[in-house]
């Protein structure tokens, strides 16, 4: 079984859409991520949850909002679509034990044409 | 805060070539380390990870790092690499302080070309 799964695997859409991407984790872990690599191939930090409330968010456009329906779940929306919003955006779950990593889903291609 | 700092953007090396890819960190306390590998297309995959202990630290394929505290260095490493070690590196670390629920802190990555 796949422990961090995210759908779709890929998405193309127009400008000005809303589109969201989920994930779901079934490891049990307390602490889900989103992270957005860019063009560049450089991964940077979007948002991190832990059990349903907002930990960080660092200076991410609030067109982008994560929502949690429970604890295995961290889907990401995004609002009004723009060309540069294009990246992979990968998702990750972490069990909370500082002797553990992360554990990362396969990446969901956005493509804003 | 703290950041990563890859220092080659890009390598090419020759099949059975010696590796030895640089990250350094900024932070002023305890920090977890990790290696990740995606290759093209694929997602991320954890090479190896430093949390406490031995410096040297072996994971996946042959690849090794060695934590230097007082270089704030974790170089990645690999005797002799093969056509397959084709990928993007990526260094990382998380502050202790803050656990994981702060995320990882990535380098930009370090794309590697092996020539056959």
């Known amino acids: 079984d796949t422990a961090v799964s995210q759908t779709p695997k890929y998405l193309v859409t127009q400008m000005g859409n809303d589109k969201s991407i989920k994930c779901e984790q079934n490891?049990?872990?307390?602490?889900m991520y989103w992270y957005k690599q860019d063009s560049k191939k450089f991964l940077k930090i979007m948002f991190s949850?832990?059990?349903?409330?907002?930990?960080i968010n660092e200076t991410v456009p609030n067109r982008f909002s994560p929502k949690s329906p429970d604890k295995a779940h961290l889907n990401l929306h995004i609002n009004s679509l723009e060309l540069g919003d294009s990246a992979v955006y990968f998702c990750?779950?972490?069990?909370?034990?500082?002797?553990?990593?992360?554990?990362f889903g396969p990446g969901t291609r956005l493509l804003v044409l | 805060a703290q950041s990563v700092s890859q220092h080659n953007h890009h390598v090419i090396l020759s099949e059975a070539a010696s590796l030895e890819l640089g990250c350094n960190y900024s932070y002023g306390g305890t920090v977890n380390l990790f290696w990740y590998v995606q290759y093209p297309g694929q997602h991320l995959q954890l090479l190896l990870k430093?949390?406490?202990?031995?410096?040297l630290v072996k994971g996946i394929k042959g690849f090794e790092a060695e934590f230097i505290k007082s270089k704030f260095s974790f170089n990645l490493r690999k005797p002799s690499v093969q056509w397959s070690d084709t990928a993007e590196y990526f260094c990382a670390v998380n502050a202790r302080a803050g656990g994981g629920a702060d995320g990882l802190t990535f380098g930009k990555g370090t794309h590697l070309i092996i020539q056959p």
């Open positions: 490891l049990g872990h307390d602490t």
């Open positions: 949850y832990n059990n349903k409330e907002l930990i």
């Open positions: 990750a779950s972490w069990v909370g034990d500082h002797q553990e990593t992360q554990y």
């Open positions: 430093y949390f406490s202990g031995d410096p």
